[in-house]
Nanobody, 123 residues
Framework: QVQLAESGGGLVQAGGSLRLSCAAS????????MGWIRQAPGKEREFVAAINWSGSFTYYADSVKGRFTISRDKAKNTVYLQMNSLKPEDSAVYYC????????????????WGQGTQVTVSS
């Protein structure tokens, strides 16, 4: 089992920045690829970014490439999502998730999920 807890969400103006954190506990956290998935009201969950178990590879949705950066600190069992140049369309609940099997680009591939943190970007 892996337990995940997100923090760092909030209200920010367009063009601003936020850094989300995901604290993990439980066995073998360091062996999982980790992802950030978001869900806006009335929409399906959407892949945002992912990082492999070692931190050597990162993956991004086209909509956030060049603006968001995912990273992980194994010593702290924490995954981060640095979000810059935020846009109103980035507003959503952001979930941290640990991958199970399948493609990291598909939300259904993730086995463990946090409770989510709200990000609201005002125009």
């Amino acid at each position: 089992q892996v337990q995940l807890a997100e923090s760092g969400g909030g209200l920010v103006q367009a063009g601003g920045s936020l850094r989300l954190s995901c604290a993990a506990s439980g066995r073998a956290f360091s062996s999982y690829s980790m992802g950030w998935i978001r869900q806006a009201p009335g929409k399906e969950r959407e892949f945002v970014a992912a990082i492999n178990w070692s931190g050597s590879f990162t993956y991004y949705a086209d909509s956030v490439k060049g603006r968001f950066t995912i990273s992980r600190d194994k010593a702290k069992n924490t995954v981060y999502l640095q979000m810059n140049s935020l846009k109103p369309e980035d507003s959503a609940v952001y979930y941290c998730a640990a991958s199970g099997s399948g493609s990291i680009y598909y939300p259904r591939s993730y086995s463990y999920w946090g409770q989510g943190t709200q990000v609201t970007v005002s125009s």
